[in-house]
């Protein structure tokens, strides 16, 4: 297990710079065997060091590239595949470990699909807010069709912190999700126009 003070999505990348003995040790064993490891969000505490409250939801990542330094440093780059759930954490030693169980989503829906579609015009409006403080902000990528896949690309692109990104990896489906991240959008949206003087009436 890995706990950062960031949260990985399914299908999101995460770059990481391993520096600690125990994560290289573990960087190490995770390459001998199938290459993934769990990702946890740190909701106390620090990454460096321990002694850290970590959430009971994370997501399964797996190493597609690997580059280690002299040193022994490495430098990874992951993708988020699956979402997981700790049962049980077990002593970090030598590397933060624990008993976990894969979380399924449950199939897309016709009414996913329309909840999809009000979450592009959240990230379409919230975007084109940002560009008029800063023109350099590039339009979101296009989403998945598929509304499941659409809410794990539509949650990595949201600007939102971390206490609410882990509130929608931890929503139980797709519906529940998008919900979520539609009001997320708006409120923040909302807050984007107050900072520029808009009245959004």
Do not use: C, N
Not at 108 to 120: F, K
Request: charged content about 30%.
């Amino acid at each position: 297990m890995f706990p950062l003070g960031s949260v990985l999505f399914p299908y999101a990348t995460l770059p990481l710079h391993v520096f600690e003995p125990r994560y290289r040790l573990m960087t190490r064993r995770v390459m001998e065997g199938d290459k993934e490891f769990g990702v946890v969000l740190i909701e106390r505490g620090h990454e460096v060091g321990g002694g850290d409250v970590r959430s009971a939801f994370g997501t399964v990542a797996r190493i597609v590239q690997v580059t280690e330094a002299p040193d022994g440093r490495y430098g990874l780059v992951t993708v988020g595949v699956r979402r997981l759930e700790v049962v049980e954490w077990l002593p970090d030693d030598p590397y933060p470990r624990a008993e976990v169980r894969a979380l399924e989503d449950p199939p897309a829906t016709t009414a996913e699909a329309d909840a999809r579609t009000r979450v592009v015009a959240a990230l379409t409006r919230i975007t084109d807010i940002a560009r008029r403080i800063d023109a350099r902000v590039e339009p979101p990528p296009p989403l998945d069709t598929d509304p499941l896949r659409a809410s794990y690309e539509a949650a990595a692109l949201a600007p939102i912190g971390s206490y609410d990104a882990q509130r929608v990896l931890a929503a139980p489906d797709a519906a529940t999700r998008l919900a979520l991240l539609e009001t997320l959008l708006h409120e923040r949206a909302e807050e984007f126009e107050a900072r520029l003087g808009d009245d959004p009436t």
